[in-house]
């Protein structure tokens, strides 16, 4: 019989399930998104611009918001100020806010300045790189 001492492997612990808003008016992004996050195991609700995610933000209890910037209606950056205006009034911790991550074309030095300013916490360039978008979500 072998002895030997198993105590440097780790069982695999599952993911933390985390409850996403896409907010994305590319129906295309919107999908690959969307699919990725269900494969790995998350809920995913979706808004096609920044009006409706400020109405689902309101309505529902999310982990993370994925905001695109550049949208008709309300954009994203419009609609995250709004969201930490909201949660500024009903007196939320900074660090119990929602995490808010811009997802964007443009990512040169001013724009990413304008998206921290607006109160997101994280950036993703366009096209989204889902391994990226996994290791933000499991920061």
């Known amino acids: 019989m072998n002895n030997t001492d198993h105590s440097d492997i780790k069982p695999d612990i599952p993911k933390t399930t985390l409850s996403i808003l896409v907010v994305e008016d590319n129906a295309i992004n919107l999908r690959l998104i969307t699919a990725a996050l269900l494969r790995a195991g998350h809920r995913v609700d ?12 309101n309505q529902n209890k999310y982990d993370v918001i994925l905001m695109d910037i550049m949208m008709p ?4 950056l419009t609609a995250t100020k709004e969201i930490r ?8 911790p900074a660090e119990q806010r929602i995490k808010i991550i811009a997802i964007t074309a443009n990512a040169f030095d001013d724009d990413r300045n304008k998206f921290f300013e607006a109160g997101m916490d994280f950036y993703m360039n366009k ?8 290791r933000i979500l499991n920061l």
């Open 73 to 76: 209606v309300m954009d994203g």
């Open 85 to 92: 205006k909201i949660e500024k009034e009903q007196n939320i």
């Open 127 to 134: 096209p989204v790189v889902i391994e990226e978008l996994n």
């Open 46 to 57: 979706s808004a096609p611009d920044g009006s409706v995610a400020l109405v689902k933000f």
